[in-house]
């Protein structure tokens, strides 16, 4: 289906068109850590960009409607399953098929400076397991380690700039 990931959470067809996206919350109290997440996928609305539905049928040649219901089961029974595997051995066992599946394999970016005053390219070498964050290789070789939360990436100008 030409799916691919964009660093660190979304869900994109062909690379340009969004579809999905997961975003996490956590909180940690008592020696307890608390998640909450949450998951949207667009299964039937074909605006602003396109829909599973709508991929499906091209694929097939033929209108597919996969349905929420269809699509929520299988999405729940296959979680359900990889939350276990996650509590038992963390992100590795994932690594692979995440990087399988997302879309910045050895991609050049343009890194722009906190103060915005510099911009570096840097080629995209992988993420950290422990920490998730994006690994990049800048031309001086210097190895940059960027995080989620105070890094966004701009796909379509190729731009990983700090949030505000």
Avoid at 33 to 60: V, W
Avoid at 77 to 86: G, L, V
Avoid at 147 to 154: A, E, G, I
Wanted: charged residues 20%.
């Amino acid at each position: 289906m030409n799916i691919g990931i964009k660093w660190p959470n979304d869900i994109y067809y062909n690379k340009t068109q969004k579809v999905g996206g997961i975003i996490c919350q956590s909180s940690y109290t008592g020696r307890v850590f608390d998640i909450t997440i949450g998951i949207g996928i667009n299964i039937s609305n074909k605006q602003p960009t396109t829909c599973m539905d709508e991929i499906a049928s091209n694929l097939k040649k033929e209108q597919v409607v996969l349905g929420r219901s269809t699509v929520l089961a299988s999405f729940c029974n296959q979680f359900e399953s990889a939350m276990r595997e996650f509590q038992m051995n963390g992100f590795e066992p994932f690594m692979k098929d995440y990087l399988d599946t997302w879309i910045h394999t050895n991609e050049i970016l343009t890194v722009i400076s906190d103060a915005e005053t510099t911009r570096t390219k840097a080629r995209v070498t992988g993420i950290s397991s422990e920490t998730g964050m994006l690994l990049a290789e800048a031309e001086n070789g210097q190895v940059l380690e960027l995080f989620p939360d105070t890094h966004s990436l701009n796909l379509m100008d190729k731009l990983l700039y700090k949030k505000k």
